[in-house]
């Protein structure tokens, strides 16, 4: 998991960002193909920092990183975010704070999901 903290999120977002991960149902059964979530199949994870996620790339040719919190800021979230998931008993690791890390990643099917937890206040589309 990429792991980015902007300068609005707050303990509340890492609360909700940690309960949807770990409930969501993204893994298969036999019959489904998301039926279960990384509790149910005792799933481990790897939280890396990653800063770009906060890049806003709306205007201009550069990437804006404004919204990014500072690396103090933003490595005590981390590591409260951290703790978070600890406590659901999983194997939990992670990457050095702020570090240049060369991670590699392994996606085994389709799909990859974006979460920010500021959308939980947006009205669903439709």
Known sequence: MLLGVDKEDTEEDAKYLVDKILNLRVFPTNSSQFDRSILDINGALLIVSQFTLSADIRK?????????AESSE???LFNKTVSLFQRS???????LFGHHMSVHIRNDGPVTIIMDSSTRFRARRG
């Open 89 to 95: 008993g999983l194997v939990v690791k992670t990457g």
């Open 74 to 76: 933003a490595e005590i």
């Open 60 to 68: 201009g040719r550069r990437p804006d990183f404004t919204s990014a």
